[in-house]
């Protein structure tokens, strides 16, 4: 599998401002931060108000490195982070499928993702 990189600019998100692969989180410098595309990605280090954003560009940029089977990793809190990753994956034409994952891999706190 190729590897690829999300490219993290803080302090203020612009999907324009800069070559996909990118998305933004805020931080408290406003160095660029590669985060690598791998089937796993874990949301705890992003704000809530970037989640949409990020887990649109994540999604684009697995598929575009040909991965077809992902967790997302929301954690089980109270399931704010849940519903909006599972709000995403239902209305995304590049996802086929997907549920909760099985207990050894985060269940609940987790979504198994089928890209096409």
Same mark, same amino acid.
């Given at each position: 599998m190729t590897s690829g990189a999300l490219i993290a600019r803080c302090p203020v998100f612009s999907p324009a401002g800069f070559p996909r692969p990118g998305f933004c989180v805020f931080m408290?410098?406003?160095?660029? $931060?590669?985060?690598?595309?791998? +089937? !796993?990605?874990?949301?705890?280090s992003v704000p809530p108000? +970037? !989640?949409?954003?990020v887990v649109e560009e994540y999604l684009a940029e &697995?598929?575009?490195l040909g991965y077809r089977a992902l967790r997302i990793v929301h954690g089980r809190g109270i399931g704010v982070q849940?519903?909006? $990753?599972?709000?995403?994956? &239902?209305?995304?034409?590049?996802? !086929? +499928?997907?549920? +909760? &994952?099985?207990?050894?891999?985060?269940?609940?706190? &987790?979504?198994?993702v089928t890209l096409r």
């Amino acid at each position: 599998m190729t590897s690829g990189a999300l490219i993290a600019r803080c302090p203020v998100f612009s999907p324009a401002g800069f070559p996909r692969p990118g998305f933004c989180v805020f931080m408290e410098n406003d160095d660029p $931060v590669r985060i690598p595309i791998t +089937d !796993v990605f874990d949301l705890h280090s992003v704000p809530p108000r +970037d !989640v949409k954003a990020v887990v649109e560009e994540y999604l684009a940029e &697995a598929h575009r490195l040909g991965y077809r089977a992902l967790r997302i990793v929301h954690g089980r809190g109270i399931g704010v982070q849940r519903e909006i $990753v599972r709000s995403i994956l &239902a209305h995304s034409e590049l996802v !086929v +499928d997907f549920s +909760d &994952a099985p207990p050894e891999a985060g269940g609940w706190g &987790a979504t198994i993702v089928t890209l096409r």
